[in-house]
């Protein structure tokens, strides 16, 4: 495997290795290594069915399924289909998944650790790809934030709230989406996390709160909690933190939600067509020191 970072706040590029083959124990180190170090990992040129995207995600720990038992591959829930493309007037994908600031399963008591996607088509325009998908680092963001505010929030927790993003995407034009039944709701009931966490890989504090789903800093009355999220959703979205993945079809993309916040951008039309496979890997493992730490053994060995 040959490894080229972005020289960017994050991102590097993984050259010389099959997903679809079998991982080895020391290529899995690597890998996890260089999750931590870079936060956003691309691998050009892959081919991958469904079981394989699903296959080399679940090295990485336990897979989400679809919460709604759509968008997703046959019988493979934990397979998401992301995509803009309508076949005989349905569409085949989710398609408005991801598309403003958030991370990832921070709405879950266990949190998501990393995502993997797979781009099967990308839109084109001028030839220049549309359809970034861009990241902030929040190993920086934290590092940045100014020290008074390190300390009065150490120690403290938000609430996420899986709906939050939900009913934001319901409001815009066009959305397909139906409100979150009441039986849904309760499969996704708010869960709270603290508002700086230790990175399990590398060791370092991260900003852990995010636009799209938190709600609530627990420890301050409400208008405190609502002007401090406000002034750390700022903060945490400054340019200095950002990095833009434009994507080749044939890219596995794969993201550190600890230490990152993405946003999908919707730049492209109805007839611009994007297609891409996801699996969302929960955090079960990473929180394990043995995990990591036999991870990385077999990348030194
Ligand atoms: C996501 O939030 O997982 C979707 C990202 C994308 O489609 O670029």
Same mark, same amino acid.
């Given at each position: 495997?040959?490894?080229?970072?972005?020289?960017?706040?994050?991102?590097?590029?993984?050259?010389?290795?099959?997903?679809?083959?079998?991982?080895?124990?020391?290529?899995?180190?690597?890998?996890?290594?260089?999750?931590?170090?870079?936060?956003?990992?691309?691998?050009?040129?892959?081919?991958?069915?469904?079981?394989?995207?699903?296959?080399?995600?679940?090295?990485?720990?336990?897979?989400?399924?679809?919460?709604?038992?759509t968008y997703?591959?046959r019988?493979?829930?934990?397979?998401?289909i992301?995509s803009n493309i309508v076949e005989n007037g349905e569409p085949i994908g989710l398609a408005?998944?991801?598309?403003?600031?958030?991370?990832?399963?921070? #709405?879950?008591?266990?949190?998501?650790?990393?995502? +993997? &996607?797979?781009?099967?088509? =990308?839109?084109?325009?001028?030839? !220049?790809?549309?359809?970034?998908?861009?990241?902030?680092?929040?190993?920086?963001?934290?590092?940045?934030?100014?020290?008074?505010?390190?300390?009065?929030?150490?120690?403290?927790?938000?609430?996420?709230?899986?709906?939050?993003?939900?009913?934001?995407?319901?409001?815009?034009?066009?959305?397909a989406?139906?409100?979150?039944?009441?039986?849904?709701?309760?499969?996704?009931?708010?869960?709270?996390?603290?508002?700086?966490?230790?990175?399990?890989?590398?060791?370092?504090?991260?900003?852990?709160?995010?636009?799209?789903?938190?709600?609530?800093?627990?420890?301050?009355?409400?208008?405190?909690?609502?002007?401090?999220?406000?002034?750390?959703?700022?903060?945490?979205?400054?340019?200095?933190?950002? #990095?833009?993945?434009?994507?080749?079809?044939?890219? +596995? &993309?794969?993201?550190?939600? =600890?230490?990152?916040?993405?946003? !999908?951008?919707?730049?492209?039309?109805?007839?611009?067509?994007?297609?891409?496979?996801?699996?969302?890997?929960?955090?079960?493992?990473?929180?394990?020191?043995?995990?990591?730490?036999?991870?990385?053994?077999?990348?030194?060995?």
């Open positions: 495997m040959k490894i080229t970072p972005t020289h960017q706040t994050l991102g590097a590029v993984i050259d010389d290795i099959d997903l679809s083959q079998p991982l080895a124990k020391a290529d899995f180190g690597v890998i996890l290594h260089a999750l931590g170090e870079h936060g956003v990992l691309c691998f050009p040129r892959q081919t991958l069915d469904a079981p394989g995207l699903r296959a080399f995600s679940a090295h990485f720990g336990g897979l989400q399924a679809s919460l709604t038992g997703c591959e019988n493979m829930p934990e397979v998401m992301l408005d998944a991801g598309q403003d600031w958030h991370t990832d399963m921070s #709405y879950n008591d266990l949190i998501g650790f990393t995502n +993997v &996607l797979y781009g099967i088509k =990308i839109p084109h325009r001028d030839g !220049a790809p549309l359809g970034n998908t861009v990241f902030a680092n929040m190993h920086a963001a934290y590092e940045a934030l100014a020290d008074d505010l390190k300390r009065s929030l150490a120690g403290m927790t938000a609430t996420h709230d899986f709906n939050k993003f939900w009913e934001e995407m319901r409001t815009r034009a066009g959305s989406r139906p409100p979150l039944t009441p039986e849904q709701r309760a499969k996704r009931p708010p869960a709270m996390h603290p508002v700086f966490m230790e990175h399990p890989i590398t060791g370092r504090p991260v900003l852990y709160c995010n636009p799209g789903y938190a709600i609530r800093i627990n420890e301050l009355d409400d208008a405190e909690s609502s002007r401090v999220l406000e002034q750390l959703f700022r903060h945490q979205l400054q340019p200095q933190f950002q #990095y833009a993945h434009r994507w080749t079809e044939g890219d +596995v &993309l794969m993201w550190d939600h =600890i230490g990152t916040l993405h946003n !999908a951008i919707p730049d492209y039309t109805a007839d611009e067509h994007r297609l891409i496979k996801r699996c969302q890997v929960t955090a079960d493992r990473v929180f394990d020191p043995a995990f990591v730490r036999d991870g990385l053994r077999h990348a030194a060995e």
